[in-house]
C-alpha cells in the first residue's frame, strides 16, 4: 500500500522527500527527478533523509527455475530448461550489479532447491523483489512467445515492465503479461514474477536460447524491466503520453486464477481472498484459442514441480 502511495506520489509529479525511496537507480533518473532529488524540502530533511548514495540498495532475488535433476520442460527435450534460465539468470546478476542493485540468487550452479526454500529466500528480505526466469514448452512445437506471470497487485508494475522490455526486444512473438497463481508467485511477500522467455521447444526458439548474444539480450532487457519498474503508468489508459515522457506502459493481462488446473486445484483454498478481486475490465480475450489447452498439457507435464513445494 506504501508503495503504491509512493507511486502515485511520483507519477503526480509530487517529488516529496519520501519519494526517492520509489526511484530508480540514479542514472536512469531524468533532470527534473534529478533536481528533485538533489534538493530535499525541509520537511522531508526533519525526517530520514538517505544522502546520496548511501540509500539503502534494493535487493533483487533471483530465481533461476529448476536445477539438479529438475531439467524443466517436457520429457525428452533436448535443450534443458534449467540451464538455460541459470545462464539468463547469471547474466542478469551481472546486469542488475553493474546497475548497483543487491542481487541474492536462489540458486547459482546446477543443484535443485525446493520451491518452499526459494520462497523463504525471497521472503527473507524486506526492500526487495523477486524474479523467476523459466522457458517454455508444450508438445506443439509451433507455439512460441514471451510470456511474463504475475500474482498479487502489486507485482503487476513490475510484471509490466519486465514483459514491455522483454516482448519489445525479443523477435518472438508476445503471448502477454498472465496472471496465474504459481507457488513462487502466491506465497512471496514481496512483488514477485515469473518470465518465459520462450518456448525450447519451438526450434527457432531454442535456436535463440542457444545463443549466448540471446541469453544476454534477454538478461539486460529483464534488467531494464526491473530499473524501470517504478516508472510504469498507474492505468492503462495512460499509454499515450509524450514521448520523451520515461514512463512505461501497463501492461494488459490475461487472468488465468480461476483457469482449471489439477495442480492448482488442489491448493487453491490457501489463495488469499482479497487479491481476488475482479479483474474482469481488464481481461484479454486470447485469440489463440491452442493457447488453454497447451498451457494446460505443459502444466499437467511439467509444472507440477511449479507449483507444489
Ligand atoms: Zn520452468
Known sequence: MRKYFLLSLLLAGSFAGTAVYALPPPSSLSAR?????????PIAKSRVVVPEGRRPSTVVVIDPGHGG?????IPHQRVPESMMNLDVAQRLKAVLQAYGYHVVMTRD????????????IANSYRDAIFVCIHFNATPRSSASGIETYFYSSQSLPL????????????PSANRGVRRRGFFV?????IPSVLVECGFLTNPTEAQYAQSVTYRQKLAEEIG????????????????????????????PFIDQTHYHDPDLARSKHKR??????????????SSDSDSGSETKSKKKKSKSANTEG
Open 272 to 285: 488469499s481472498k482479497s487479491s481476488s478481486k475482479s479483474t474482469s475490465s481488464k481481461r484479454k480475450h
Open 109 to 120: 550452479s546446477d543443484v535443485f532447491i525446493p520451491l518452499g526454500t526459494r520462497v523463504a
Open 224 to 251: 531494464r524491466g526491473v530499473r524501470e519498474r517504478s516508472m510504469v503508468a498507474s492505468s492503462s489508459t495512460s499509454n499515450r503520453l509524450a514521448a520523451n515522457t520515461a514512463t512505461v506502459p501497463l501492461q
Open 69 to 73: 535433476f529438475d531439467r524443466g520442460g
Open 159 to 170: 510484471a509490466s515492465a519486465i514483459h514491455y522490455y522483454v516482448a519489445g526486444g525479443a
Open 33 to 41: 527527478e534529478k533536481r528533485a532529488v538533489a534538493t530535499p524540502t
Open 185 to 189: 508467485l502466491r506465497r512471496t511477500t
